[in-house]
């Protein structure tokens, strides 16, 4: 069993729709949570960067974290068509762990006109 | 601010040889990571070095290896070469060992043939 699952999709949604990514985990260890965005053919890009859990907002997104349940959401409000690429959501340990980040499959996400 | 730069951007290399890819960490920071994203297995964690010492390791073979240099330059390598190790490479670069954001290069794409 993977340390993160993470539903591949794909995900196809109008533009302007809500958007809901979720991850789940089994590590306890893990305490910091990230969601990347992936174009075709270029590296993985931080969107978001969250420690605790709740809810952390920056712009039309929201990531939720939910420690207890080992599970963390990634919200997209109002949806482009721009948006659409791959979602990873990652997660590494603390204390000499801190450069290992493991990721979720991604999801591929289309967001059409 | 540049980036994370790696180069070459595509390589196409034949069974039994080796290669060697390189990354240039954004100004400054000092950690550098790599990983290997395949289709089936997504992105895994390579190794991670911090002041030209490896501090992490995943579950790879000795065929991967890795340096850093004094000016956090890091290259990797991959001795003789199997199909099954064509891939996306990426490299990630953070300020300092701790809590920091990871940001991702561009990637190499090899191909083994």
């Known amino acids: 069993q993977k340390e993160v699952e993470q539903d591949p999709g794909p995900l196809s949604v109008p533009e302007g729709a809500i958007v809901s990514l979720n991850c789940t985990y089994s590590?306890?260890?893990?305490?910091?949570f990230m969601w990347y965005r992936q174009y075709s053919r270029k590296g993985p890009e931080l969107l978001m960067y969250?420690?605790?859990?709740g809810n952390k907002e920056d712009g039309r997104f929201t990531a939720q974290v939910d420690k207890s349940s080992k599970y963390i959401s990634l919200f997209i409000r109002d949806s482009q068509p721009s948006d659409s690429a791959t979602y990873l959501c990652?997660?590494?340990?603390?204390?000499?762990?801190?450069?290992?980040?493991?990721f979720g499959q991604g999801t591929i996400l289309t967001v059409h006109p | 601010k540049a980036g994370v730069t790696q180069t070459p951007r595509y390589l196409i290399k034949t069974r039994g040889q080796q290669v060697t890819l390189s990354c240039s960490p954004i100004?400054?920071?000092?950690?550098v990571s790599w990983y290997q994203q395949t289709p089936g297995q997504g992105l895994q964690f390579l190794f991670e070095?911090?002041?030209?010492?490896?501090?992490n390791k995943g579950n790879f073979p000795g065929r991967f290896s890795g340096r850093q240099f004094s000016n956090s330059r890091s290259e990797m390598n991959v001795s003789t070469l199997e199909l099954g190790d064509s891939a996306l490479y990426l490299c990630?670069?953070?300020?300092?060992?701790?809590?920091?954001?990871?940001?991702f290069g561009q990637g190499t794409r090899l191909t083994v043939v």
């Open positions: 590590n306890s260890a893990f305490q910091y």
């Open positions: 070095y911090f002041s030209e010492t490896q501090r």
């Open positions: 990630a670069s953070r300020y300092g060992q701790g809590n920091t954001e990871a940001f």
């Open positions: 969250t420690y605790s859990s």
């Open positions: 990652a997660m590494r340990a603390g204390g000499t762990s801190y450069g290992k980040l493991t």
């Open positions: 100004s400054g920071h000092r950690s």
